[in-house]
């Protein structure tokens, strides 16, 4: 479909928020309208599920972590039967916050006000001075606040609405892109090996449309593809290869293969040479005693795999780490870049892991070689979109070019805006949905 | 030497008017004044080639091969670094912050004749597009005197926010 260049071609309006989105581009006010910002709070943070935590992060009865479900702060807590709950992090009393540490072990957790006591599982189990709340308060009814809570794959999501769909229906055929993801980890489990937070001054949906533009990243990352070798600079030379493609895997998630051959990384056939560069990692590891296969399979996964999972509304999965995104406010939003690593025995894993954290920093973070240049650059998107709040962001490219894969997944080139679509598809259902 | 069991206590009795402290201080504000110019080529000789630059997001840790940082450079890296930062492809840098940064508070750590270990607490204000980022941190320098010319051996800059979530940087602490 050819778009004509003129205004009156061009601009979105409407009455309705889902009259903003239309099938190859959305109003620029979906950046910088406190109103629609309101609207997705409760229209799509407090009904979709959203991500929370991966399984590592809590890893034994009385493990929680802190988080937000949209702007709820939340406790993600397993209790003692190895369960995940996720609490609302407000006392039932006065409303005080339960919990201030970002991650730990505890029994429970204790207001700091009048020292009302929850369970793990959030039941109300003390209040001092009981006297006061005879024949007004009845202790046994009163938990705090807990979302659904469902995981697949070791990626824990909850939602605040009692009646959506199964996690399962939801993921559909993400899942087996989480399972190829896992594949990180090299023939071991995976854990969390840290994280960088970060802020930047623009609307949630800039960094959710990112993850999925493989367009940018020659011309942002030119910084960053200088610094690495030249083998990490070819893997990531995706631009005019044909076979690096962005399906839409429905429910406004997308996969966009950036290394088609490191999608699925069992499926090594041990052809590819493994990179010059963690020639001293495999000599370490051969040292532990692992056989040849098994020291394959981890540097074979040291990059990670080679797609971008981008997951509506929050959270992404990429290469070798979570992106996590949590609105702020409609012009600010905070990330997570959560590194990922194999699990096992430190003499293999620890190496692995050291190798890891370093590729990941040099990426990633506040002072990392990429991160920075896409924070100025979304910076530079919320503030040019002041300009015309009706006058619409382009989500158009390849839509000539998009044809059904074999699976039935819309299909187009990777530097494609195929994942931005079916993003804004899942947005406009949600958003019209009264 | 006189030095302490911990990096985090002063050395009993070293005035900060040791010679060898005032040398490290010299050098440690010449630092600052050459970050906030943004001239990291003359930066990058204040350290040695076994130099180490180091933004931990674990405010606690004294080793950082095992945990992420937000930034932990041996020379080779801190030489790419100021490439990206001096080369004009990193949209960050091009249109980077301006910052004005105090150094002060200095306690010294460790005192020999070949080495000082300084601590001290830097406050770097950045303003971009109408806005000032308040950075503010403890920072520690391990300094190797030399009759040739002092130099940094490992700087660690320990933000108060560290896990916490700053703005994207483009420059440097």
């Excluded at chain 1, 200088?226 to 493609?245: I, K, L, N, Q, R």
């Excluded at chain 1, 530079?380 to 009706?390: F, I, K, W």
């Excluded at chain 2, 503010?136 to 002092?150: A, C, K, M, P, Q």
Aim: glycine share 8%; proline share 6%.
């Amino acid at each position: 479909m050819t778009i004509e260049l003129t205004p009156d071609a061009l601009d979105v309006h409407g009455e309705t928020p889902a009259d903003l989105v239309l099938p190859d581009r959305v109003a620029g006010r979906l950046y910088t309208d406190p109103d629609l910002f309101e609207l997705e709070m409760t229209r799509i943070f407090e009904r979709s599920w959203v991500w929370v935590a991966h399984e590592s992060e809590v890893p034994k009865p009385g493990s929680f972590k802190t988080t937000h479900v949209g702007r709820q702060p939340v406790i993600v807590a397993r209790n003692r039967k190895g369960e995940i709950n996720t609490l609302l992090n407000r006392c039932r009393h006065r409303g005080a916050s339960v919990c201030e540490q970002p991650s730990g072990q505890a029994n429970g957790f204790t207001c700091p006000y009048h020292a009302w006591s929850y369970s793990l599982d959030g039941q109300l189990r003390g209040i001092p001075y009981p006297e006061g709340y005879e024949g007004v308060l009845a202790k046994g009814d009163i938990t705090l606040g807990k979302l659904r809570t469902e995981s697949y794959g070791a990626m824990v999501f909850a939602t605040a609405d009692p009646d959506a769909e199964p996690l399962t229906d939801f993921l559909g055929d993400v899942k087996l892109w989480i399972d190829r993801f896992f594949g990180l980890g090299g023939g071991y489990p995976v854990k969390v090996l840290g994280r960088h937070r970060f802020r930047f001054r623009g609307n949630w949906k800039i960094q959710l449309e990112n993850t999925t533009d493989g367009y940018h990243f020659p011309i942002v990352h030119r910084s960053w593809m200088a610094s690495v070798d030249a083998e990490t600079a070819e893997m990531m030379s995706f631009m005019t290869d044909p076979t690096c493609t962005t399906h839409d895997l429905g429910h406004g998630h997308s996969v966009m293969q950036m290394v088609p051959t490191h999608s699925d990384l069992s499926a090594d056939d041990g052809t590819e040479p493994l990179q010059a560069r963690f020639d001293d990692l495999v000599a370490e590891l051969k040292g532990t005693g692992l056989d040849d296969a098994a020291v394959r399979k981890l540097v074979h996964a040291m990059h990670g795999t080679g797609f971008n999972l981008n997951l509506f509304p929050n959270v992404s999965m990429s290469a070798a780490f979570l992106r996590v995104l949590r609105p702020i406010s409609v012009d600010e939003t905070e990330i997570e870049h959560i590194a990922l690593g194999p699990d096992g025995p430190p003499e293999v894993v620890d190496p692995v892991n050291r190798a890891k954290l370093r590729i990941h920093e040099h990426f990633q973070g506040p002072f990392g070689f990429g991160t920075p240049d896409d924070a100025e650059g979304w910076d530079r998107v919320q503030r040019g979109a002041q300009a015309a709040p009706t006058m619409p962001i382009l989500v158009n490219r390849g839509l000539a070019r998009e044809t059904p894969s074999p699976e039935g997944w819309p299909t187009s080139h990777v530097t494609d805006e195929t994942g931005m679509r079916t993003a804004y598809a899942q947005w406009k259902a949600m958003m019209g949905d009264d | 030497m006189t030095e302490t069991t911990s990096l985090r206590t002063a050395v009993a009795g070293v005035p900060l008017t040791d010679p060898r402290v005032v040398r490290a201080i010299e050098l440690v504000w010449r630092e600052a004044e050459l970050l906030d110019r943004a001239d990291y080529t003359a930066w990058d000789a204040l350290y040695a080639e076994d130099g180490t630059y180091v933004v931990p997001i674990d405010g606690s840790v004294e080793e950082f091969d095992d945990v992420l940082n937000m930034v932990y450079d041996d020379t080779r890296m801190r030489r790419m670094r100021i490439v990206r930062m001096t080369e004009g492809h990193a949209l960050a840098a091009v249109d980077a912050a301006r910052t004005v940064r105090t150094v002060s508070r200095f306690v010294p750590a460790v005192v020999s004749d070949d080495e000082v270990v300084l601590r001290s607490a830097q406050v770097l204000v950045a303003y971009k597009r109408g806005r000032h980022d308040l950075w503010v941190g403890d920072v520690e320098h391990r300094i190797r005197l030399s009759e040739t010319g002092d130099r940094i051996v490992r700087k660690v800059v320990r933000l108060v926010d560290s896990e916490g979530a700053p703005p994207a940087a483009g420059f440097l602490l």
